[in-house]
């Protein structure tokens, strides 16, 4: 069987202020309920990409939350994921990158943790997934294009590709490029 592939961000363990604002008593219930989503959703031998601010905590305890995750995970690093690329494996990631472009059951994604308004291959139907808005942005679906905000949300928990391309995929391909700046000069 071929394994799923996830995406989300902003889990934001160990993160106080962010566990009063989804409404948990404390940063122990947050951090487990994650836990516990994570791991009723994901596989072992699943793909989860997350795409930023996995943590507040300091870079070494990182590897006290990915033990307990299922799948492999690979971070694409937010503004709160403070730590370099060293001992990637022993922080239990499969790797991290400050931006990754992947293709998935044959859709393109572009994966930063701010979003663009220009990214590669944009016209061609690539989608650009990113976290850091917290879902707060006002755009309509049609000006959203194809971006996807993959923020972690507690009644969802992470995004299946699938579940992505049944809405973005959907969408109108557009971007402010090059390419589009060119042609109005």
Not at 37 to 54: A, L, T
Not at 100 to 107: A, C, D, L, R, T
Not at 155 to 163: I, N, P, R, V
Request: charged content about 25%.
């Amino acid at each position: 069987m071929e394994p799923n592939h996830w995406i989300t961000s902003d889990l934001h363990f160990h993160h106080i202020l962010m566990s009063k604002l989804r409404g948990f008593d404390s940063v122990e219930e947050h951090d487990k309920a994650i836990i516990d989503k994570w791991n009723s959703q994901v596989e072992d031998g699943d793909h989860v990409y997350v795409i930023g601010d996995f943590a507040l905590c300091p870079a070494g305890d990182t590897k006290n939350y990915t033990n307990k995750l299922k799948g492999n995970i690979y971070l694409i690093r937010g503004n709160h994921d403070s730590f370099g690329n060293s001992s990637t494996r022993a922080r239990g990631f499969s790797w991290i990158k400050d931006y990754h472009e992947v293709v998935i059951k044959g859709q393109r994604y572009v994966m930063s943790h701010y979003p663009m308004l220009s990214w590669h291959w944009a016209r061609r139907g690539t989608i650009m997934a990113h976290g850091h808005c917290h879902n707060a942005l006002s755009h309509t679906e049609e000006e959203r294009g194809r971006t996807f905000d993959a923020c972690w949300r507690v009644d969802k928990g992470l995004y299946l590709h699938e579940e992505i391309m049944e809405t973005v995929g959907k969408r109108r391909a557009f971007a402010i490029d090059e390419e589009q700046n060119v042609e109005q000069n």
